[in-house]
């Protein structure tokens, strides 16, 4: 039995008792605006096991509940983490589908270069059931296509984009190499946070690199990550990596860790691949980035204040991630993102979109969701029993040691 996968569920029809039968709109909003009428159907729902800290049951519950009251059959499998090769098992359950829904890091392993065939598969970001039927999961999952179908036009159009951030990045270019050879995520991914990665070929400067170089989520290797105590910066020139500048000690773990990388997967560790910018802005990072660091680049990339780099590697998404916090992306003079706040209001192809949306154009005009690495919050003058305030969390004050983390995935 492949070890990827210890309990299948088959659920068909299977009437979940326990569960309450109020409207979900996370749940609908996946279903009806991903997959369609599903009437009639038999949709898999690839579940990982919670115990991995990543995703939780209720939500797929909530969907497995609102699949069948639309008149769908399901199958539920739980599998466990992904490795590096396609899962035997969850092929040959999808053989027996009509489509597919990914509560697991299997279904983003292959987002760019899809290694299973079969029926249309759904990819969730959502990882549970607060992050599925909170403002993430529940803003609508068309707006957010035709808000990236109009980020991609403005971007990918543009004759020059300048980035910067508080640290010192520093890059600019064109992005004319993307239109013509730029490639996309082919699976379906929900909710939609990303518009698509603009090749870094026609760009030069720095990116000055902080908190941890992550995997991309496409291979797995040890350690998983690097944690970065001080900023490092990358300089670079078209999509070739020059070399990195900072304090010694963490230059020398910096190349170390693209070398090791670079050689397990016989890679061209020093290439660039493409970089992008998160749009959803109801993303809400749940927990310090230090819990897990895998799992905070693996889903945070969507918030707005994030800007994440695929390098590694030819071709997306490349091994190891660099994560810019609080960007600002000028498209041809004006700020689409500014400090990692983004304003589709700016350009007359992401305003009709506003437009097209009020509660679209309302969550943008709401406050930013925690993004898993805030500066730690003020402590009261006098109350030595200071509590975390709403919504927030407090600050991972320093990289967790990949060696010593006990959330690692
Ligand atoms: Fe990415």
């Not at 520093?170 to 991914?189: C, K, L, N, Q």
């Not at 041809?332 to 992401?350: C, N, S």
């Not at 949306?357 to 009261?380: N, T």
Request: with cysteine.
């Amino acid at each position: 039995m492949n070890n990827q996968m210890h309990g299948f569920v088959a659920a068909e029809n299977a009437p979940l008792h326990d569960m309450d039968l109020a409207r979900s709109s996370g749940a609908a909003n996946l279903i009806d605006n991903c997959l369609g009428n599903v009437e009639g159907m038999t949709i898999l729902l690839v579940c990982e096991d919670p115990r991995h800290g990543w995703y939780d049951s209720a939500a797929p519950d909530r969907v497995h509940r609102e699949l069948l009251a639309r008149g769908a059959a399901v199958r539920r499998m739980m599998v466990d983490l992904p490795e590096n090769r396609p899962n035997a098992d969850v092929q040959a359950a999808m053989n027996e589908v009509d489509r597919v829904i990914f509560f697991s890091r299997l279904g983003d392993q292959g987002r760019f270069n899809w290694h299973y065939t079969g029926p249309l598969c759904v990819m969730s970001y959502a990882l549970n059931e607060a992050m599925l039927e909170g403002g993430y999961g529940s803003l609508d999952h068309l707006s957010m296509h035709r808000l990236k179908t109009a980020i991609d036009e403005v971007t990918l159009g543009a004759e020059n984009i300048r980035v910067t951030c508080p640290l010192g990045t520093y890059f600019e270019g064109s992005p004319s190499a993307t239109a013509t050879s730029g490639s996309d995520v082919v699976i379906h991914r929900f909710p939609m946070g990303i518009p698509q990665p603009v090749l870094a070929e026609g760009f030069s400067g720095k990116a000055v690199l902080s908190h941890y170089l992550t995997p991309t989520g496409s291979r797995i290797y040890t350690p998983e990550y690097l944690p970065l105590r001080d900023p490092v910066t990358a300089h670079f020139e078209a999509s070739r990596i020059t070399g990195f500048s900072g304090p010694a000690d963490l230059v020398a773990a910096v190349e170390a860790h693209y070398e090791r990388v670079a050689r397990d997967f016989g890679l061209d560790g020093y290439n660039i691949d493409s970089w992008h910018a998160g749009i959803h802005p109801l993303m809400s990072y749940d927990q310090p980035a230090a819990l897990d660091p895998l799992r905070w680049s693996g889903t945070a990339f969507q918030h707005p204040r994030l800007l994440h780099f695929h390098t590694c590697g030819s071709g997306p998404p490349g091994e190891i991630c660099w994560m810019i916090l609080d960007p600002t992306i000028e498209v041809d003079g004006i700020a689409l993102w500014e400090r990692g706040q983004l304003h589709p209001e700016r350009f007359a192809a992401t305003r009709r979109v506003l437009d097209g949306d009020p509660a679209l154009a309302a969550a943008f005009r709401a406050p930013a969701g925690p993004v898993g690495v805030e500066p730690a919050p003020a402590a009261p003058a006098f109350s030595p029993a200071a509590s975390t305030p709403a919504g927030s969390f407090p600050a991972d004050s320093f990289p967790a040691d990949p060696a010593t983390s006990s959330q690692g995935a």
